[in-house]
């Protein structure tokens, strides 16, 4: 029996993909294709994309700022968006001086940890999730010792308090009505401690704001990712707790970051 040519493989893949509702059905058969030459493992893993599993879970990584993140399944999968916080944390380490110390905080997979390594390497990068699949998924893209576990600055080592440069936080912040409105392969696959910010989305950024002041070292900057539509609220928090906000928004990602900053 003659084996389908790559033009007829790619075919049958796409189609699958789109019947599912994949709307980038060409781009996610190329990567799904370019990901083994085993017809049966190829098969496998087009019936995990089509049961919903998100597309950087089924190949075991994402593609952020130019890298390969590893994501395990049940970890939150990086968004293009969390690169403006990230290209953020990196601008704010090379102006810390020539070891700048760096906390990835709410890391998930350790993507902003990993991008600002990569960027400055004599960075002292630390990360930390309070979700056990996180931290085990961020010790594969971090050095394994400096990531954390534990809620929020409870996580990190005592050694660091009055001394972080840069704390850069992805923390929830869906407002809780709006869970079952996100996409499926969202919400059922990634973790909720990663995706519900409280009713209004903000209860994190509350906390991680009233803890910053005491893990800043003078000069110190707090990165928080938000929305568009709860920045105003994001800088709320901050200031409440002595920081000077600004936000940071960039269009082509849809990103927005509150940069908060010691008095």
Excluded: K
């Excluded at 700048?100 to 004599?122: E, F, K, N």
């Excluded at 971090?142 to 840069?166: I, Q, S, W």
């Excluded at 000069?219 to 609220?233: D, M, N, P």
Aim: with cysteine; aromatic share 2%.
């Amino acid at each position: 029996m003659n084996q389908p040519s790559p033009a007829d493989r790619f075919d049958r893949v796409v189609a699958r993909l789109r019947a599912a509702g994949c709307v980038f059905a060409e781009d996610e058969a190329r990567l799904l294709l370019a990901a083994t030459d085993d017809p049966a493992e190829l098969a496998e893993l087009v019936r995990r994309r089509v049961d919903g599993l998100p597309l950087e879970q089924v190949l075991g990584w994402a593609e952020f700022l130019g890298l390969r993140i590893v994501v395990e399944p049940g970890v939150f999968v990086p968004r293009r968006r969390t690169e403006l916080l990230a290209r953020e944390a990196i601008a704010a380490a090379r102006e810390s001086g020539p070891r700048p110390l760096v906390v990835d905080l709410c890391c998930g997979s350790g993507a902003v940890g990993a991008a600002v390594l990569a960027a400055v390497p004599a960075a002292q990068v630390h990360a930390a999730d309070v979700d056990a699949a996180a931290v085990r998924c961020a010790r594969r893209n971090l050095p394994a010792d400096r990531v954390h576990a534990g809620d929020l600055d409870e996580a990190l080592p005592a050694a660091l308090r009055g001394r972080v440069d840069v704390l850069a936080v992805n923390a929830p912040y869906v407002p809780t009505e709006r869970i079952p409105l996100m996409p499926p392969e969202a919400r059922e696959h990634e973790p909720a401690t990663a995706l519900d910010g409280g009713a209004d989305g903000l209860a994190l950024h509350r906390r991680v704001a009233a803890v910053a002041p005491g893990l800043l070292a003078p000069g110190g900057v707090l990165l928080i990712e938000t929305s568009t539509e709860q920045a105003a609220g994001t800088a709320a928090a901050l200031r409440a707790h002595g920081l000077l906000p600004r936000t940071v928004d960039d269009p082509d990602v849809a990103g927005t970051v509150v940069r908060g900053t010691t008095r």
